[in-house]
């Protein structure tokens, strides 16, 4: 059973800084494309960052230059490094797996950590 559980969700003040982490289980993360998705209250669910097939990555404008994703192969993890949080980055965080070959296609979620930017 394939598994991706996210955690490190807080209430945080605007300009402070958090790290989420995904642990995958059932699943070997080096073989799939990651990434961090988000959904806002009342809003549908966006790309914030993840890595392309390449190993480079991609993110949403808005967090250009404060987010940062990373991954321990080893620890079969990924990591979303938030800096310079704002009140608009308040949402629900998602760890996604994707996996494509050819005629295969495999998207897994976790079940998401909050994120809340507050004074």
């Known amino acids: 059973q394939v598994r991706l559980v996210e955690s490190g969700g807080d209430l945080v003040q605007p300009g402070g800084s958090l790290r989420l982490s995904c642990l995958g289980s059932?699943?070997?993360?080096?073989?799939?494309?990651m990434g961090w998705y988000r959904q806002a209250p009342g809003k549908q669910r966006e790309l914030v960052v993840r890595f392309t097939s390449t190993g480079r990555t991609k993110e949403t404008d808005s967090v250009q230059g404060r987010f940062t994703i990373s991954k321990d192969n080893a620890k079969n993890m990924v990591y979303l490094q938030m800096d310079s949080l704002k009140p608009e980055d308040t949402a629900v965080y998602f760890c996604?797996?994707?996996?494509?070959?050819?005629?295969?296609?495999?998207?897994?979620w976790g079940q998401g950590t909050q994120v809340t930017v507050s004074s």
């Open positions: 996604n797996a994707e996996f494509a070959a050819g005629s295969l296609r495999y998207t897994y």
């Open positions: 059932g699943i070997i993360i080096s073989n799939y494309v």
